[in-house]
C-alpha cells in the first residue's frame, strides 16, 4: 500500500460487495451499504480498474457497459464473497452461543459489519492501517453517519506498533470471547510470520474464543496451476504487496496446535464451491487453492456448527 492513501486493496473488496449487490439476482453476501460507504467516484474509479484486467494504467474515462463487469465475477467475488459470508455466518453462531462477544476484524477496510449489527452483545473492533481507516473516517463523517457506541476503530502502523498492544490500550477485554477475522491476510504472509500472528492473537483469547480466516495452498503460485491466481498474484505486485507461496493444510493444522488453537471448520474448495455458488446465475466458481478455516483456543468449542 502506498503512504498516505487508503489501501487499493480495500477498496477493490469493497466494490465486488457493492457491484455484487446492485448487479447479481443470487446474493452469497449482502452488503447494502457497501456503495454508499466508498461513494461513486471511488466505485467507478475501482470499476474502470477491474474492467481493465487490472491494469493500474487503466485510462481515466466512462466505464463501459456499466452493469457488465465479468472479470469482477472471474477473479475476484469467489474469495472476497465467499469468506465474507464464511466469516459473518460463523460470527452470528458464535455470538448466539456465547452472548456479549467481541469481533475483531484484522485489515477491516471498508467493511460495515458495525453498521449493519443489529446485536448490541457483539463489541466490534476494526483494526487497519492509519490511513485506511482516515480514508474510511472522512467517508462516515462526509455521510453524516458516525459511529456506534460499540463500534471502537484502532489504527495500527504494523511496521511500528504492536497489534495487541494497541488492540488492548483501545478497551478489548482478554476474559470476554473472541472472534478473530483475518480475511485476505494469509495471501502475503509466510508461514512463520502467519504463525507469529495466531500467536499474538491466541495470546489475546480466553478458551473457545475463535480465528477465521482463508488460506491459498502451496500450489497457488505454481506456473500453469491457476490463470486467475497468477492474475491476481502479478496485479498485487504490480501495486507493492507481492504474494508469498500458500501454505499446505498439514503445516496450518500443526501450526494452529503449536498456538493452543484446533480446527474447527474446514472448507476445501469443493464444499465452497457446494455452499455457496452451487447453481449461481452469475456462473461465480471457487477457487481451486482457496481454503477457509476457523480455529477454537484451547479445544473448547465455542458455537455448534458442524
Given at each position: 500500500?502506498?503512504?498516505?492513501?487508503?489501501?487499493?486493496?480495500?477498496?477493490l473488496?469493497?466494490?465486488?460487495r457493492?457491484?455484487?449487490c446492485?448487479?447479481?439476482?443470487?446474493r452469497?453476501?449482502?452488503?447494502?451499504?457497501a456503495?454508499?460507504?466508498?461513494?461513486?467516484?471511488?466505485?467507478?474509479e475501482?470499476?474502470?480498474?477491474v474492467?481493465?484486467?487490472?491494469?493500474?494504467?487503466?485510462?481515466?474515462?466512462?466505464?463501459?457497459t456499466?452493469d457488465?463487469?465479468?472479470?469482477?465475477?472471474?477473479?475476484?467475488s469467489?474469495?472476497l464473497l465467499?469468506?465474507?459470508?464464511?466469516?459473518?455466518?460463523?460470527?452470528?453462531?458464535?455470538?448466539?452461543?456465547?452472548?456479549?462477544?467481541?469481533?475483531?476484524?484484522?485489515?477491516?477496510g471498508?467493511?460495515?459489519?458495525?453498521?449493519?449489527n443489529?446485536?448490541?452483545?457483539?463489541?466490534?473492533?476494526?483494526?487497519?492501517h492509519?490511513?485506511t481507516?482516515n480514508?474510511k473516517?472522512d467517508?462516515?463523517?462526509?455521510?453524516?453517519?458516525?459511529?456506534q457506541?460499540?463500534?471502537?476503530f484502532?489504527s495500527?502502523?504494523?511496521?511500528?506498533?504492536?497489534?495487541?498492544?494497541?488492540?488492548?490500550?483501545?478497551g478489548?477485554?482478554?476474559?470476554?470471547?473472541?472472534?478473530f477475522?483475518?480475511?485476505?491476510?494469509?495471501?502475503?504472509?509466510d508461514?512463520?510470520?502467519?504463525?507469529?500472528?495466531?500467536?499474538?492473537i491466541?495470546?489475546?483469547?480466553?478458551?473457545?474464543?475463535?480465528?477465521?480466516?482463508?488460506?491459498?495452498?502451496?500450489?497457488?503460485?505454481?506456473?500453469?496451476?491457476?490463470?486467475?491466481?497468477?492474475?491476481?498474484?502479478?496485479?498485487?505486485?504490480?501495486?507493492?504487496?507481492?504474494?508469498?507461496?500458500?501454505?499446505?493444510l498439514?503445516?496450518v493444522?500443526?501450526?494452529?496446535k503449536?498456538?493452543?488453537?484446533?480446527?474447527?471448520?474446514?472448507m476445501?474448495?469443493?464444499?465452497?464451491?457446494?455452499?455457496?455458488?452451487?447453481?449461481?446465475?452469475?456462473?461465480?466458481?471457487?477457487y481451486?487453492?482457496?481454503?477457509?478455516?476457523?480455529?477454537?483456543k484451547d479445544?473448547?468449542r465455542?458455537?455448534?456448527m458442524?
Open positions: 500500500m502506498l503512504e498516505g492513501t487508503a489501501s487499493v486493496t480495500a477498496k473488496c469493497s466494490f465486488v457493492a457491484y455484487h446492485g448487479h447479481d439476482r443470487q452469497v453476501f449482502d452488503d447494502f451499504l456503495r454508499d460507504l466508498m461513494g461513486d467516484a471511488d466505485y467507478r475501482m470499476q474502470r480498474l474492467q481493465g484486467e487490472f491494469s493500474i494504467d487503466c485510462p481515466e474515462g466512462p466505464c463501459s456499466y457488465t463487469c465479468p472479470a469482477a465475477r472471474y477473479y475476484l469467489p474469495i465467499g469468506r465474507a459470508a464464511f466469516a459473518e455466518d460463523l460470527l452470528q453462531q458464535f455470538a448466539q452461543s456465547n452472548g456479549t462477544c467481541q469481533y475483531v476484524i484484522c485489515g477491516a471498508l467493511d460495515t459489519f458495525f453498521l449493519r443489529a446485536d448490541s452483545n457483539i463489541r466490534v473492533f476494526e483494526i487497519d492509519p490511513d481507516g480514508y473516517m467517508r462516515l463523517e462526509t455521510l453524516g453517519w458516525g459511529t457506541a460499540n463500534a471502537t484502532v495500527v502502523d504494523f511496521n511500528r506498533e504492536s497489534l495487541s498492544e494497541r488492540l488492548l490500550e483501545s478489548f477485554d482478554p476474559s470476554v470471547p473472541s472472534f477475522a483475518l480475511l485476505g491476510v494469509t495471501y502475503y504472509l508461514l512463520p510470520v502467519f504463525e507469529r500472528t495466531c500467536r499474538d491466541a495470546g489475546l483469547q480466553c478458551p473457545g474464543s475463535v480465528l477465521c480466516f482463508d488460506f491459498p495452498d502451496q500450489s497457488s503460485l505454481t506456473s500453469g496451476y491457476s490463470d486467475r491466481i497468477e492474475r491476481l498474484a502479478h496485479f498485487a505486485e504490480k501495486l507493492g504487496e507481492p504474494m508469498a507461496g500458500g501454505y499446505q498439514a503445516d493444522a500443526a501450526l494452529l503449536r498456538c493452543d488453537m484446533s480446527i474447527d471448520t474446514y476445501a474448495p469443493a464444499a465452497i464451491q457446494s455452499k455457496y455458488f452451487e447453481g449461481s446465475p452469475s456462473n461465480l466458481k471457487a481451486e487453492s482457496i481454503h477457509f478455516i476457523s480455529t477454537v479445544g473448547v465455542a458455537y455448534g458442524q
